[in-house]
């Protein structure tokens, strides 16, 4: 089973701060998905990664898969108490499913 | 586009009664997933289909719960009987293809077993 290991499980800041999640593995991976799901919801995509070393930006966030594709991060700058959610990151694993990490409980405080 | 329907919305049931999950995926979608979400345990897998076929129902728990897809429109999950340790949001999500594809999720059903 690939596993998928996010960090830390809970973070709770004031408005402004900068913010960096962690997704990490021991298998390589072709790709890796980060959502995020609002209190309610179901999750929702923000990215797909698919090439070692790769950044992605997504106004303020900063997506990064790791040269090996075994590791991956997302960091907030300036977080706003809209980015509040479950982040959850993502990646293939067999029979055409996804394995998911446990996911980070963001809170953004005013 | 409407995007993944799932109905109720939220479920109370007493422990013992069945409980019928239902979920319209995105039209032309042709993978669907049903998935378990708790705080102790995440997001965990229960069942997936492609082309209305299940594929891999290794994360479904034990023979109370059963899912259908009798078409590319409708699938449910069921549990029968339900009990207290089945509280939990369910959710359905499709995709274009199998294979790690971007899947899209409906908002969710909140079972409450009593």
């Known amino acids: 089973t690939q596993l998928l290991e996010q960090s830390p499980q809970f973070l709770s800041i004031q408005e402004g701060e900068n913010l960096t999640v962690y997704c990490n593995s021991s298998?390589?991976?072709?790709?890796l998905q980060w959502y995020r799901q609002e209190p309610g919801e179901g999750p929702v995509l923000l990215v797909t990664?698919?090439?070692?070393?790769e950044v992605k930006k997504l106004k303020r966030l900063t997506f990064q898969f790791g040269d090996a594709r075994k590791d991956s991060s997302l960091h907030i700058t300036a977080a706003q108490p809209g980015d509040t959610g479950l982040y959850l990151c993502?990646?293939?694993?067999?029979?055409?499913?996804?394995?998911f990490g446990q996911g980070t409980i963001l809170t953004v405080h005013p | 586009d409407a995007g993944v329907i799932q109905s109720p919305r939220h479920e109370v049931t007493e422990m013992g009664q069945e409980v019928t999950l239902r979920c319209k995926p995105i039209?032309?979608?042709?993978?669907l997933f049903w998935y378990r979400q708790t705080m102790m345990r995440g997001l965990e897998l229960l069942i997936y289909?492609?082309?209305?076929?299940?594929?891999?129902d290794s994360g479904m728990p034990e023979d109370r719960f059963s899912a259908k897809m009798p078409n590319a429109s409708f699938s449910t999950l069921k549990i029968q009987p339900s009990e207290p340790r089945d509280s939990a949001v369910y959710f359905c999500?499709?995709?274009?293809?199998?294979?790690?594809?971007?899947?899209?999720f409906g908002p969710g059903t909140r079972l409450l077993v009593l």
């Open positions: 999500a499709s995709s274009l293809r199998q294979g790690g594809e971007t899947q899209y």
């Open positions: 298998s390589v991976f072709s790709s």
């Open positions: 990664v698919v090439t070692g070393g």
């Open positions: 993502a990646a293939p694993a067999s029979y055409g499913k996804l394995t």
């Open positions: 039209s032309g979608h042709n993978s």
């Open positions: 289909f492609n082309n209305n076929v299940p594929i891999d």
